[in-house]
Structures are given as structure tokens and as C-alpha cells.
């Protein structure tokens, strides 16, 4: 579609007329258009949001009492904290 109306390159698109756009761009590529022209459409957020939860899970294929498999996880809360230790510190 683009190319057939003349449009090679995202400055071609930067400088399309305003009515040919309306009428044949989604709503995504008028963002883009309007993007191009530096009118911000979509909020830019610098460093991504703190997690506010954590969850790891350990568990047994099926259930057990056998004491040498419960010993088997005794290094499990290590593992477990492994993901809080490797968080960057809230600035």
C-alpha cells in the first residue's frame, strides 16, 4: 500500500499528506506518522517498574515421605532467595 502511493522511506511517511493518512492508516500508523513528526503518542518509560511480588516453587514429581528426599531440599531456601539477591536496590 505504501509503496504504491509513493512511500519508500519513513520520511516519505513523515511528510504524507494529513488526509491520505486518515483515510488509510489503522490507528497504530497514525500514531507512527505522528511519531515520525515527534508529536509523542506512546509514553516513554526509562527503567522498567520494581516487581512488587516474588514467587518461586519447588515441589516433587509425586508425593513423598522418604526422609532421603526431604534432605535433598534442605539447600532449597538458598535457591529460593537467589532471585531477591540478584535485584537491583530501589534508587
Not at 502511493?5 to 483515510?23: P, S, V, Y
Amino acid at each position: 500500500m505504501l509503496e504504491r502511493n509513493g512511500i519508500k522511506t519513513a520520511l516519505d511517511l513523515r511528510d504524507a499528506n494529513n488526509e491520505w493518512n486518515r483515510q488509510r492508516m489503522t490507528v497504530v500508523g497514525a500514531r507512527i506518522v505522528q511519531e515520525l513528526r515527534g508529536v509523542q503518542c506512546i509514553p516513554f518509560i526509562q527503567t522498567p517498574k520494581v516487581k512488587q511480588q516474588l514467587c518461586v516453587s519447588r515441589s516433587f514429581g509425586a508425593a513423598t515421605d522418604d526422609l532421603q528426599d526431604l534432605r535433598q531440599i534442605q539447600g532449597c531456601p538458598a535457591i529460593c532467595c537467589q532471585p531477591l539477591t540478584n535485584r537491583r536496590p530501589e534508587e
